[in-house]
């Protein structure tokens, strides 16, 4: 089986139906694990959530999600984020916030823990280098059971391993072999909001018949997504920074 890994979607339809349609070429996918941030930001939180939802789907909660059920305060927002989120609720039926309420913080899938920040704090954690402690790596690693674990929240796209904490970049289109003994955390990046300076939509894929992670990128029609932000009036900071992949 292949699965789709995908992260910090926020609300970007452009981009998640770009992302679909790319890791359905070739072997395609059969179910897709998703690392929380499915809303907020984007224009479309409802019709993102429907598609994921079309597919079989493994999911945690980001803060994004958690803050449009109301179960975290948009005080720890920035002003963006908050304005954001608030318009954000406005467009979920009273079932999508039930669904998002429902996600939980942390799971397990075979030989893969799901977080959306860290094992040591699944909402806000940002597992970066300059982010976190070498105690803090040490004991997001100890608390994980699985040889690996797959994170979100960053929007940057990375692998890490624990013999050394080196984090490393993730070439494109290449497999990357999984050994059970190179335990790892690992982020495929955000596919509605890059932040690693390349604009292009990020996901990855796990094919565990060969037990390689590929990580993937994808042009997708950004001004399509800016249009439907000014549309809505969205913060103008967040439009311009998809283009800029910031
Ligand atoms: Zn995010």
Not at 80 to 107: D, F, K, M, N
């Amino acid at each position: 089986m292949r699965y789709l890994i995908v992260a910090d979607i926020h609300g970007n339809l452009e981009a998640l139906e770009t992302v679909i349609a790319d890791a359905q070429r070739g072997e395609g996918f059969g179910e897709i694990w998703c690392l929380g941030d499915m809303v907020g930001y984007g224009p479309d939180p409802g019709p993102c959530l429907a598609l994921l939802r079309s597919f079989p789907l493994v999911a945690v909660a980001g803060n994004h999600d958690l803050a449009a059920t109301g179960k975290i305060g948009l005080e720890l927002f920035n002003r963006h984020a908050a304005e954001a989120a608030r318009w954000t609720v406005s467009q979920l039926s009273r079932e999508q916030i039930s669904y998002l309420a429902g996600l939980p913080l942390q799971l397990e899938q075979g030989e893969f823990t799901l977080v959306h920040g860290s094992p040591l704090d699944p909402v806000w954690d940002y597992f970066l280098p300059d982010s976190m402690s070498h105690l803090e790596f040490r004991e997001c690693f100890r608390r994980t059971r699985t040889p690996f674990c797959l994170v979100g929240q960053s929007h940057i796209p990375f692998f890490c391993r624990e013999r050394d904490l080196a984090f490393l970049r993730l070439p494109e289109g290449q497999d990357v072999p999984l050994a059970r003994a190179e335990r790892a955390v690992i982020n495929p990046g955000s596919v509605g909001q890059p932040r690693d300076g390349n604009p292009q939509a990020s996901y990855g894929i796990y094919d565990a018949a060969k037990r390689v992670l590929i990580h993937a990128r994808t042009p997708y029609d950004i001004a399509a997504t800016q249009a439907k932000m000014r549309y809505f009036e969205l913060p103008e900071p967040l439009i311009r920074r998809l283009s800029q992949g910031l």
